[in-house]
């Protein structure tokens, strides 16, 4: 099967279960390898079948056109980027970035610290030049501490991988905060536009007491780490949260304005990476009437149509969508799994 989209509004209809969020699935592959429905990557290889293979075309900021490889078997990734194969799953990060917003799955209210920290890290890949190398470092760093750890090694040999956490640690602490504050605004523009009166805030904790600095934080929680056999304080334990009229959207609003919100969170992000001169990518929303009335959804479309990105919207009924706002548009129709254009 072949497809091609255009660089506006994608609207995809059928009825439900015909395989209109398995479309959006082999998109979101392209950007993150990873599907956003399942953790075990095997399942989604269909039943039958030894592997899958999925071949996109994506457009950087420039306009050059860069050919995506991905081929799954049974344990195994094999990626290619422009015809040069990609070994780890990160490379892949500044091509294509996706934002996806389905009422199924986790989103940043409902996800986790650990989904929040995924979040944070893929957009940062995306518009800060270093990050992943600084992430890197990081990861590395705290296996090896950790690895002390667990065979309970003495103390030196633990504490001789401080210097290089902390280093890597807290320049990621300082460009996960400078890119949150910079995405703040962003968000909160957009939450006026979707809700209102609302007033948007963001809250951010490093992963460690602010009363100390990371070093202090490592030093104190010494002896505990060696009864865990784990690092404790540290960047991996960050988290932030979004609070509306200060309150936090996740336990304080309507299921209709938290989709909202997490609409606006994603609608940020991409704002902020075309405003850093990075790739657009592509914006999805999987079944954008679930849980937002008619006046929210013509609101998200309209807001969508102004940061220029590319979008893909999913619906069982496109009669129940105002389109206006979009000059450039393509409809396609998916049924039993098979796909069609409508022209």
């Not at 296996?143 to 065979?151: I, Y």
């Not at 992963?207 to 934080?217: P, T």
């Not at 807001?303 to 389109?323: N, R």
């Amino acid at each position: 099967m072949q497809l091609s989209f255009c660089s506006g509004l994608n609207l995809i209809t059928g009825a439900n279960a015909a395989g209109k969020t398995s479309l959006l699935e082999a998109i979101h592959c392209l950007g993150r390898v990873r599907s956003f429905r399942t953790t075990d990557a095997d399942r989604q290889i269909r039943e039958g079948q030894s592997a899958f293979r999925l071949v996109g075309r994506v457009a950087l900021h420039e306009g050059r056109l860069v050919p995506i490889g991905i081929e799954r078997r049974e344990g195994s990734y094999t990626i290619h980027a422009a015809g040069e194969p990609v070994q780890r799953l990160s490379d892949l990060a500044g091509n294509f970035p996706v934002h996806i917003m389905t009422g199924d799955n986790a989103t940043v209210l409902n996800g986790g610290p650990r989904f929040r920290r995924q979040t944070l890290d893929w957009a940062l890949f995306h518009v800060e030049h270093g990050y992943r190398q600084v992430w890197q470092r990081y990861a590395r760093s705290l296996r090896q501490r950790n690895a002390a750890l667990r065979v309970n090694a003495p103390a030196r040999q633990i504490t001789v991988w401080n210097r290089e956490l902390v280093d890597a640690g807290e320049a990621l602490d300082r460009m996960r905060r400078v890119y949150l504050q910079e995405l703040e605004p962003l968000i909160a523009d957009e939450v006026g536009l979707l809700l209102g009166d609302k007033v948007f805030s963001l809250r951010f904790q490093s992963g460690w007491s602010r009363d100390m600095s990371f070093q202090d934080a490592l030093d104190k929680s010494l002896e505990s780490d060696r009864s865990r056999g784990y690092t404790h304080p540290g960047p991996h334990r960050a988290d932030y949260s979004l609070w509306l009229d200060g309150k936090p959207a996740a336990s304080h609003f309507s299921r209709g304005q938290q989709k909202a919100a997490v609409v606006a969170f994603l609608m940020g992000q991409a704002k902020l990476q075309k405003q850093r001169n990075r790739t657009g990518g592509a914006f999805m929303l999987d079944d954008l009437a679930s849980e937002l009335d008619a006046g929210h959804q013509a609101r998200v479309l309209a807001a969508l149509a102004e940061l220029g990105t590319q979008v893909f919207v999913t619906a069982i009924d496109a009669s129940v969508l105002d389109l206006s706002a979009w000059p450039e548009q393509k409809r396609f129709h998916v049924e039993h799994g098979e796909i069609q254009e409508l022209v």
